[in-house]
């Protein structure tokens, strides 16, 4: 607080995807305790597990999960549990990491100091020895065309799909550049995808 320069966070996430639901109970508790104390307005995790999303769920003052959402990686079990406690469902890697900007293909490499490059995290799905995963690379060609729909770049169509996948979404897209910023404001002028479109993605991903 004092590096953020605050009397108060309004919303204090739990950054620890692996920390066990049965270990869950005593840190909601704390978190529920720095409500009452006026040092944090609400608290979320961050957490692609169901399990451990619903411990927090159940707290009064939970009011978000943040977990890994895109067109190309859905997450439907932690979308319900999100509708099923009205909490904000905080999409992490909207853009899977720039793969759904369109600025990657094929022959992309990446530096090796990127995130994305040779020596990545093991958590890094959508890239592979610092080129695009080439099943990542064919499902986001199955529904380019979809999310170009109207006019939409590949990054905006992206966003729009969140959007349309459910009331709670809230995609938080990474940028480096104002461009990038632009673009991806540009997106709410055109809203979420169709249903229509919604069910045709889903049926040429296989969901």
Not at 16 to 24: L, M, R, V
Not at 31 to 56: C, H, M, N, P, Q
Not at 124 to 135: H, R
Request: overall charge neutral.
């Amino acid at each position: 607080m004092r590096r953020l320069n605050t009397d108060y966070i309004d919303l204090y996430q739990f950054h620890d995807n692996g920390y066990p639901a049965e270990k869950a109970l005593p840190v909601r508790e704390t978190l529920e305790e720095l409500v009452k104390a006026g040092k944090i307005r609400a608290y979320g995790w961050s957490t692609d597990f169901t399990d451990r999303a619903e411990v927090f769920a159940q707290g009064p003052a939970c009011t978000a999960i943040q977990f890994q959402l895109n067109v190309l990686d859905d997450n439907p079990a932690m979308l319900v549990l999100c509708e099923r406690y009205n909490l904000a469902a905080i999409n992490r890697c909207p853009l899977a990491m720039g793969l759904l900007t369109g600025k990657y293909s094929a022959e992309t490499k990446v530096s090796v100091k990127d995130v994305r490059g040779e020596k990545s995290p093991d958590w890094m799905k959508y890239f592979t020895d610092g080129k695009p995963s080439p099943e990542w690379l064919a499902k986001r060609g199955a529904v380019r065309e979809i999310l170009t729909s109207g006019g939409r770049t590949v990054a905006q169509g992206a966003l729009a799909w969140l959007w349309g996948r459910s009331p709670q979404t809230l995609p938080i897209p990474g940028f480096r550049t104002v461009k990038q910023v632009e673009e991806n404001a540009r997106a709410m002028a055109f809203g979420p995808l169709a249903p229509e479109q919604m069910r045709e993605i889903a049926a040429l991903l296989e969901r």
